[in-house]
């Protein structure tokens, strides 16, 4: 500030001082122009008096001071003290036109080296010849001399105004640097600076309001995550921890907030890093035993990462609760193919027994269709075991989604008609390395599900999107949708939010499970987004 107040009044008192020489020197030099012209007219009109009564001797006598050229009336050279080749001619020549046209001429203009400028003067003499008299000028130099003196007392008043400048500066900036931040105050003798010293005071109390919030915020934070059983932690883009509750911290190699994160784990180091570049993942790692679910959240700021959040979730339970169910699922795939059999032959027997038509009919139709529904229970059963225990024989190979996506909407066309809900699809032919019955069963149950518990009227979306090498297929229905408290829960096996309403609509409770592992088995993820009474977005990224 003060190099700047400084430099600004410096050149405020040099641009003065320029201005005002340039201005003298201007003056100077056309005052020594018109003397030149005024020395040259006075010998000239005496050299005519001369000429006049002693023709060209009295030229001739005069030497050499000036240079004097009598030229006759056709433009041609009568006499030249410096040039005795007489064969010039001044026709055209600026002051000879002039003395010719009005009596008098005049005309600067180069030397013949075109080194030097000189400064002519012509009159008309009584017998209409013209007598020219020049001289070398020298009129800038004779300015610079004359000046001499001033650039001194020029450069004497500068060095002053520098020193002024200064002092100036520093007298300005003396009562804004003497201002504390901490406790600002105002001086009687400059109240130009009240609205500033109360500007400070504002903010200082301001700040100070700020800072107390931020106080209380942050320990009402530490105090809700400490008691997390999950492991929460926010790290910088340097990778440095910013907050972290004691769950977090176990599990890393910095115990202390500000110290750079490391992990215990090489999976959980290799999830952090990924973070920190902005991905988000999500992986299960296991460490001595226990299963912890690892979920890592970029923070994006103006396009940039600027840090990251971590969850650490000890899943253990719900592992080895997911492997009884698995366990469950092949015993259960097992035991019931026996009770379908018997069901599905009492069903053809009953038809045959002493009732009447309309019972017996009546019982078979029951039979049937528990049969049917065991049946498809039975199947949902043994392909989930199937993807649990990785006993898919098909290989991977390149599936057109998009392709597979239209013919299953085509295949639950007549479903949708008989619930009056319109199906849709979006978005481009984009490729997944994976096994297509598997993938179609996938978005078989999710779009029968959009069918199921959607609204009279409503419509059921599946889109196919690819962005940056991953494939993304979206169900989208304007259905019901699932309370939040059961969001958590529903890729569950068995798990049906209303049971009465699902055994109403024939489900097993099995479509989200197999889902689930679908995704599993591809190495995709599963995304829920839901409203109730608004619909449901379900999608696999692969």
Known sequence: MTRKIFINSFLLGLSVLVLCLALFFGLRYTQMIEEGYDRLQGETEYAKCGLAI????????????????????????LFDNYNQDLKQSYTGHEEYESAKATGEGRGIMKSGNGNESVMSYAILCSDGTVLRLSSHLNVVSNVLKAVSPILWVFSLVLIISGIIAFRMANQILKPVNAIDPDSPNLSDEYTELKPLIERLQEQKLTIQDQIDELSYRQKEFAALTEGMEEGFLIADKRGVILSANGAALRHTRACKIGEELKFIDEGFTKAKDQALSGEKTEQLIEIDGRNYRLITTPVVSHKRVSGAVFIIMDVTEKEQRDILRREFSGNVSKELTGPVEVIAEASSKMCKKKTTPEEARRYAEDISRESKRLMALLGDIIRLSKLDNGEITEK???????????????????????????????????????????????????LENAIKYNRKGGEAVISVKEKNEHVTVTVKDTGIGIPYGDQSRVFERFFRVDKSHSNSLGGTGLGLSIVKHGAQFHDADVNLYSVPGEGTQISIRF
């Not at 390149?398 to 295949?411: G, P, R, T």
């Open 54 to 77: 002693g023709g060209i001797d009295y030229l001739k006598s005069l030497g050499n001071t000036n240079h004097i050229t009598w030229i006759d009336a056709g433009g041609n050279v």
């Open 396 to 446: 991977k190979e390149k599936v057109d989604v998009y392709k597979l996506s239209e013919a299953v909407i085509k295949e639950l066309k007549p479903q949708a008609d008989e619930k009056e809900v319109s199906l849709k699809i979006e978005g481009e032919t984009a490729y997944v390395n994976g096994v297509e019955q598997v993938l179609k069963e996938m978005f078989f149950n999710l």
